[in-house]
C-alpha cells in the first residue's frame, strides 16, 4: 500500500505529483496491466485440438464455397 502525507504548507498538486511518482516507482501500475492482460497458457493438447477444430471449419467452408453453397464473400481489407 503506497501512502504519502501531506507536509505542512505542500499543495494538493504537489502531494499529488508525489503519490504518482512513488506509485510508478513501486511498480504497481505495470504487474496490474501484466495481470490484466495475462494470457492463460494453453497445453500442448488444448492447442492441437483448437488447430484442428480450425482446420476441420476451414475445410468444410471450402468445400461448401467450391460446390456453390456458399458464396465468396469479398476480402476487407482493414
Same mark, same amino acid.
Given at each position: ?40 497458457? +494453453?497445453? &500442448? ?6 488447430? @484442428?477444430?480450425?482446420?476441420?471449419? #476451414? !475445410? +468444410?467452408? &471450402? ?6 453453397? @456458399?458464396?465468396?464473400?469479398?476480402? #476487407? !481489407?482493414?
Amino acid at each position: 500500500m503506497i501512502e504519502v502525507k501531506r507536509k505542512k504548507g505542500e499543495s494538493f498538486d504537489g502531494m499529488y505529483r508525489r503519490f504518482l511518482k512513488r506509485v510508478q516507482w513501486s511498480g504497481k501500475i505495470i504487474e496490474a496491466k501484466e495481470r490484466q492482460f495475462k494470457q492463460p497458457i +494453453k497445453s &500442448e493438447s488444448a492447442k492441437r485440438k483448437s488447430a @484442428l477444430v480450425a482446420l476441420q471449419y #476451414r !475445410r +468444410k467452408r &471450402e468445400y461448401l464455397r467450391k460446390i456453390g453453397k @456458399l458464396e465468396e464473400e469479398p476480402r #476487407r !481489407r482493414w
